[in-house]
């Protein structure tokens, strides 16, 4: 399949190339700046990684664009996971590949006029053979694959939607993959983890603090969302450095008062 697709793709660039270098351009910015799009309008243009700034745009603008061209050339199937390209956008750059072999076809044998050219009957039987493997080639792997990840290929989660689905199906026992959760960037939990991480982080925290796992590490605290934290935590522990509730009073971190910090009840 990888090798029709590969094939398809790269035969149907080169003959838009001879024929016209600016309809390759075109044809490649479309097919880029749909799957741009496409992203923007789900909410999942940014990438998973905790960063901020400038560096979280550049890192969502770059990843994306090697993920495509990566999809596009090699159709490396791992990609299709909800926190790189997702399933549609995959089965779209697949389909648009064979789409795309057969438009170049007719743009080569009807605008490429130099003495020097490849026969269109002959193009037509390359085109036909590749695209019968590729057929033959998805059709198998549709019928062999379990059908638990079938959906996988053509499934519309987002990051978010993705993590949201992976942290419910984890058991109550399963603390250290639950946490690594709260290491991505806010936005990807942030739809429903008040109604998800955040009991599980309530009602755990005092046990964690007495167990003292190994995952429950000073930078992994810091990542956690305040209101994600019991209020006596907060103002208590010290790992914490003084993180309040009140999100008006988030300037100043560092200056819990001496009352709050040898435990009094928070001031309303």
């Known amino acids: 399949l990888s090798f029709a697709h590969v094939l398809l793709l790269t035969s149907a660039c080169a003959l838009l ?21 496409y992203k923007i309008m789900r909410g999942d243009f940014f990438y998973f990684l905790n960063l901020a ?35 549609l956008p995959f089965l779209v750059s697949i389909l648009t590949s064979v789409v ?6 007719y743009a080569y044998s009807t605008y490429y006029n130099e003495d020097v050219k490849l026969e269109y009957e002959t193009l037509q039987t390359v085109l036909g053979s590749l ?7 998805a059709v198998t792997l ?14 519309m989660d987002t990051a978010s939607t993705f993590n949201r689905k992976a942290f419910l199906h984890l058991r109550e026992d399963q603390d250290l993959e639950k946490s690594s959760f709260l290491t991505s960037h806010p936005d990807v939990y942030k739809a429903w983890g008040d109604e ?48 309040v509730d009140d999100s008006q009073l988030q300037r100043r971190r560092g200056s819990i008062s001496v009352r709050e910090l040898v435990g009094g009840k928070e001031e309303r």
């Open 17 to 37: 190339a001879l024929t016209n270098p600016n309809w390759l351009l075109l044809f490649l910015g479309v097919d880029m700046g749909i799957f741009y799009l």
């Open 53 to 87: 700034g400038a560096v979280r745009f550049v890192m969502a603008i770059s990843e994306r664009f090697c993920v495509k061209i990566m999809v596009n050339f090699t159709m490396l199937i791992q990609l299709r996971h909800p926190q790189e390209m997702g399933g």
């Open 100 to 105: 795309g072999s057969f438009v170049s076809v």
């Open 131 to 137: 695209v019968a493997i590729w057929f033959v080639s």
């Open 142 to 155: 549709a019928l062999f694959i379990k059908r638990g990840y079938l959906h996988t290929f053509y499934g």
């Open 196 to 243: 998800v991480i955040k009991p599980w982080t309530i009602n755990n925290w005092n046990r964690w603090e007495e167990e003292k796992p190994a995952w429950f590490t000073d930078t992994w605290i810091e990542a956690v969302p305040n209101e994600y934290i019991p209020f006596e935590w907060r103002v208590k522990y010290k790992k914490t450095k003084g993180r």
